[in-house]
Structures are given as structure tokens and as C-alpha cells.
């Protein structure tokens, strides 16, 4: 049973860790997006580090689970036994619940922030495309204007 405690502790300080983790990479990805010029390439490569940091704690989450499934009768007979380590385990799940209520927040934060830049993203390359067509158009009218055409040209005069 101290073996399985043990490593639910572990589990939950990982967790914790990675959490941090990505708290840090979901405040960079705001820097990134409030930048006057986006780096998008950096952006995705943050969500990509991201997902691989959540599988983690999928992972994490799925083993706790099951652990703490096998051993939670066995660990309520014996509460007084195992109080120290219970109370590290419950202060720990304080925190990861603290770490992910902060990185929920966060993440609607940045999903406004990112939305914004995206519309904004939208309406240069609108503009962008218009302006193309509007130079296109003048080209077109202009060559028009250096054509001359032809002329029917009496030889009587």
C-alpha cells in the first residue's frame, strides 16, 4: 500500500509539473498572438507541444485512476495508517485543481485574444487581395489606354 500511495503521489506532482508547463507555453502563445507582427509558425509549434504535454496527463490521469480504483478500499480501512502521506496526496490535488482552474482561465483569455487575431488576419488578406485586383484593374485600364486603335484612313485626303 506504500508503494501505491507513493506513486499516486508522484503521479500528482508530475501532473503538477506539467501543468506549470503548460501554463507557461499557453502565456507565451498570448505574447505571440498580441505581437504586432504574429509569428504563426511559433504559435502552432506551442499548440503542438501543448497536445503532447495533455496526452502526458491523460496518461497520468488514466493510471491514477485505475490505481487509486484498486487500492481506495484498502486506503479507507486504514485512514489513521496513512494519514501523512493522504494529506500530502490531498494537498497536491489542491493544487492541480488551483493550476487548472488558472490554466482553464488562460485559455479563454487567449482564445479571445487569438479569435481577434485571427479576424484580424482575415481582414488584411481581404484587404490585401483587394488591393491586387484594384492594381490588376488599373494595369488592364491602362494598356487599354496605350492601344491605339486602328484608324481608317481615307488616301483621297
Known amino acids: 500500500m506504500d508503494n501505491y500511495l507513493i506513486v499516486l503521489r508522484d503521479s500528482l506532482i508530475k501532473k503538477n509539473n506539467i501543468l506549470i508547463a503548460i501554463i507557461e507555453k499557453s502565456e507565451k502563445q498570448a505574447e505571440i498572438v498580441k505581437a504586432?507582427?504574429?509569428?504563426?509558425?511559433?504559435?502552432?509549434?506551442?499548440?503542438?507541444?501543448?497536445?503532447?504535454?495533455?496526452?502526458e496527463i491523460m496518461k497520468l490521469d488514466d493510471g491514477f485512476e485505475t490505481l487509486y480504483a484498486r487500492i481506495k478500499e484498502g486506503l479507507e480501512e486504514n485512514k489513521e495508517k496513512y494519514k501523512e502521506i493522504i494529506k500530502e496526496i490531498k494537498v497536491l490535488v489542491s493544487s492541480v485543481t488551483e493550476k487548472s482552474a488558472n490554466l482553464e482561465a488562460?485559455?479563454?483569455?487567449?482564445?479571445?485574444?487569438?479569435?481577434?487575431?485571427?479576424?484580424?488576419?482575415?481582414?488584411?488578406?481581404?484587404?490585401?487581395?483587394?488591393?491586387?485586383k484594384a492594381a490588376a484593374d488599373y494595369y488592364n485600364k491602362m494598356n487599354k489606354i496605350n492601344t491605339i486603335d486602328p484608324q481608317l484612313m481615307d488616301k483621297n485626303c
Do not use: H, P
Open 106 to 132: 488562460t485559455e479563454r483569455r487567449n482564445k479571445a485574444i487569438i479569435e481577434s487575431a485571427f479576424a484580424n488576419t482575415r481582414k488584411e488578406i481581404k484587404q490585401s487581395k483587394l488591393g491586387q
Open 36 to 55: 504586432e507582427q504574429i509569428d504563426w509558425d511559433e504559435f502552432t509549434k506551442i499548440v503542438d507541444e501543448k497536445g503532447e504535454l495533455i496526452d
